[in-house]
């Protein structure tokens, strides 16, 4: 047997360990790094513009003054009503899915298309609301239209985090239910889901974090380019911020001059979900604690 | 009387028998030992019973079960109905993430009863039952998940109990628990006897020989031997169970 120098082998272990831990370390550093260069960035750039009136007043003077209330507010009746859709069919089909069908070629084929569905393109959904929701039903450019294209791209999301936080739910909860008489629906509905509920938030809120930055599906359903007022039905027009974003930067009637508005928005978008994600955590922990309790 | 029976039990998981021609009789208030090496097909057998084997895909039965000389598997039975009269108790304790008193009451829930004094009642009746009153009465709304294992093991009995089944089955209901938890929900076993019929999957020789009337040894779906318990430890007539109960294989 060949004589192994202990002290050695010792030192190169070491000495790997060390290279592996500045390897990861500095890629860590790196990616912090560009975030917060971005995040700052914008904060730099965006906050001087940020004031009371900036988030309470309609546009001035082709966009280069002024403030976006109605864009903050479009944004929130988009977020909103794609959610006031998806959520329930996506909470549906993701308890359909995970506890009625059982394992085979039908549920493999579900699967496979929510997954597909989230890998199509966001134009690609835009344009599919516009012929679906603006023309052939005729819903027009309107905060409906909007809604539901945003909808349809967060379901896949909605179906496969909520989908996670069922998996989640060990099956001896399950089985204790239905041995003690229960039908698989009271099963579902008074252990599983509470069990299963501040995961199903968390997914929830995430989606809301992806709807609200999307610029494509909004695009030839429901955003106004211009429009200084707020929004009196569902099926008016609206401003969204993140298309709001993309008109003063690209198309206005002034860019130099709208550039720190364009920087304001921005910043307000990141602040709505970064509000999110932190509203996400604390409601998880929130009905973490209630599941224990009731 | 005769409560539980199998007759020709085959059981397979895909094409893979896990159970193979299976015939063992069970009588009323006794309580009888499933045991065996890991894999020899105890679980399946005992879910075989509340037909908890059913969630399973692509699973087969042959032969009969019979609860109270009924075929569990007949058409027309209907299996929630089957499944009350049956009441089954995991490995882990597994309370609900409810309160101590709705852990309880869930059964009753479930099954339609809503008269509020009633579920009081038999509440309290089925705690005091597994002797936990004690422990609990003053902390009934507090979290299931407040008590200790062996406290939830109880708690998880009288779940179990409250919807009043004639049969009790039990897998490995004390392989998570400590010593002392271990030995208060084997005297409960003893208690527990006299109005139920209980079947109990142990991996612990002294608890199968302290808590039951009847052994059955299984070795690889195949069912070896079945007996009074003492003859089963004293005196077995098959050489595998001999050289499993002393502990040389398995
Ligand atoms: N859900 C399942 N799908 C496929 N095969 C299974 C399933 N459950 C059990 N089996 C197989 O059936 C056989 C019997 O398993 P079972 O769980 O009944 O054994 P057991 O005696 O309870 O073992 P243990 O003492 O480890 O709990 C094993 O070979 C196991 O691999
Ligand atoms: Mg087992």
């Known amino acids: ?294 | 009387m005769l409560k539980l029976e199998s007759k020709q039990v085959n059981f397979y998981y895909g094409s893979s028998p896990a159970l193979k021609d299976i015939n063992l009789e069970m009588e009323s208030n006794t309580v009888t030992a499933l045991i065996g090496p890991s894999g020899c097909g105890k679980s399946t057998y005992l879910r075989l019973f509340n037909r908890m084997n059913d969630l399973i895909d692509n699973t087969k039965l042959t032969g009969e079960v019979l609860i109270d000389g009924i075929d569990i598997y007949k058409k027309g039975i209907n299996v929630d109905t089957l499944r009350k009269m049956t009441g089954m108790v995991f490995q882990k304790p597994n309370p609900f993430p409810k309160s101590i008193f709705e852990n309880v009451a869930y059964g009753l829930r479930v099954n339609g009863i809503t008269d509020k004094q009633f579920i009081e009642e038999r509440v309290e009746t089925t705690i005091k039952q597994v002797v936990l009153w004690d422990e609990v009465k003053d902390k009934l709304k507090k979290s299931a998940f407040e008590l200790s294992g062996g406290q939830q093991q109880r708690l998880c009995i009288a779940r179990a109990l409250a919807i009043q089944p004639s049969v009790i089955l039990m897998d490995e209901p004390t392989s998570a628990l400590d010593p002392i938890s271990t030995s208060k929900v084997e005297e409960l076993i003893h208690e527990l006897k006299s109005k139920y019929t209980i079947v109990i999957v142990t991996h612990n020789m002294q608890q199968a020989a302290r808590v039951s009337d009847h052994t059955a040894f299984f070795y690889l779906g195949e069912l070896v031997e079945v007996g009074t318990t003492k003859k089963i430890f004293t005196n077995p007539t098959q050489e595998k169970t001999q050289n499993y109960i002393t502990g040389r294989f398995g």
Not at chain 1, 88 to 111: H, L, Q, T
Not at chain 1, 182 to 187: G, L, P
Not at chain 1, 238 to 257: D, F, R
Request: aromatic content about 10%; charged content about 15%; proline content about 4%.
């Open chain 1, 1 to 294: 047997m060949k004589q192994v120098d202990e002290n050695k082998l010792a030192k190169s272990k070491k000495r790997k360990q060390s290279l592996a831990f500045f390897m990861f370390g500095f890629i860590g550093f790196v990616i912090v790094g560009i975030l917060l260069t971005v995040l700052s960035f914008i904060v730099f750039k965006g906050v001087s513009v940020i004031s009371w009136d900036f988030i309470t007043k309609m546009p001035e003077e082709g966009m280069t003054r002024g403030g976006i209330y109605p864009a903050i507010i479009g944004t929130l009746c988009l977020v909103g009503g794609s959610m006031i859709f998806a959520f329930p069919i996506g909470v549906m089909a993701a308890i359909y899915m995970n506890e009625y069908v059982r394992d085979g070629i039908i549920k493999k084929i579900i699967k496979q298309m929510t997954n597909n569905l989230s890998g199509i393109p966001s134009i690609v959904f835009g344009l599919f609301g516009m012929a679906l929701f603006v023309n052939k039903l005729g819903f027009g450019d309107s905060i409906l239209a909007g809604s539901l294209t945003l909808g349809l791209l967060a379901l896949p999301v909605v179906i496969r985090t909520t989908e996670e936080a069922l998996k989640g739910v060990d099956d001896t909860f399950r089985h204790a239910s239905l041995g003690l008489g229960a039908t698989k629906w009271q099963t579902t509905r008074r252990v599983v889901l509470p069990i299963a509920f501040p995961n199903i938030i968390t997914g929830l809120i995430l989606s809301v974090g992806r709807v609200s930055g999307e610029t494509a599906p909004i695009l030839f359903t429901v955003a106004a380019y211009f429009l200084p007022k707020l929004p009196t039905s569902i099926f008016d027009q609206a401003m969204a911020l993140p298309y709001h974003l993309y008109v003063i930067s690209t198309s206005g009637t002034n860019i130099e001059e709208s550039r720190p508005i364009a920087y304001g928005t921005a910043l307000v978008l990141i602040i709505i979900v970064l509000l999110t994600n932190i509203l996400a955590n604390f409601l998880r922990k929130y009905f973490g604690k209630k599941v224990k309790m009731n």
